[in-house]
């Protein structure tokens, strides 16, 4: 663990976080969800200040989806996963663009590939995605294979024996 | 196939000597392109040049997988080019979706939104297999058969229903753009 990173846990203390050891650079903070925000104020006034990502996984047995915060300290290479979880099927947070003005997008992306919306952040069209129609993508129930098949037709093969035996013996190639 | 009258064998014979391929690149497969265009491979000793935009092109070399998003743009391109036209699928993705076989978003084969000329199997095929590939598709336009622009027209119905089918609405609404 690097000085900031053992700073951060250090001062997070109260926030009664679950704290994991990825490697020596990497640390995952859980916190509940009401924490996060605040958390992650202190986490940036201490030098994380940098919000690499945010995303999300979809936890479909629990009934959550987990929000993660990826944070980046330029000082000692530091990195910290913020996680948090929130319900599934009423999927809502807060919007973290007050503190870092990038986060508009990433969250205008785990709208779209999982539905979860952000108060605060009004813009949530769609970013890569175009004309969907269907649930969002990333969610584990949505099934792509499916879909796939409905929407983009399959190049049907037929077998063909003879040709198959004539590659086989080495009369033509295949 | 119609029997093509003199003049025009004339010019196909002329057309496959002088290709510029358009150099659109969709998916890994661009990564091929640098060595087959340059110094190792030199894809111009065969008469075959880069070109930047699809107004001046002869190919359009789709390197990979497309997704809806792409293919919106393939279409457009592929329209803005100026007849005679020709289509290399290049890589498994374009012949059966590869490995993207699956995904919700890629399309699974090509020559069901435009008519494709040549396919290119493997993932990635080598320089050697595009170069094998122009020749061949030289060998095609000498003798008549890439004729791809002429089934686009001959079955635009056919196309534009598949394309619609896939992609619901093939205009390009672009927030960047609008």
Redesign the interface.
Known sequence: MTNSMSKAVEVLKSFNPFVEEIDDREIKISLSNDKVISALDVLKSIGFSHLSLITCVDWIDDNQFELVYILFNWEDGGKILVSTRIDRSNPKFITVKELWPVARFYEREIHEFFGIEFEGNDDM?PL????W??KP?MRKD?D??K??KE?????KYEKDVIKEAKIFRGEING | MKERTMWEQIADSLRSRSLWMLHYCTGCGAMELPPTMTARFDMERFGVAPMATPRQADIMLITGYLNTKTLRRVIYTYEQMADPKYVIGFGSCTINGGIYFDSYSTINRLDYYIPVDVYIAGCMPRPEAILEAFNYLMEKIRKGEADGWKRYKENYEWYKQNQIRSLGEVYVHDEFHE
């Open positions: 069209r890569f995605l175009e004309l129609d269907e993508p949505f792509p294979s879909y796939s929407k983009f037709p399959d190049r």
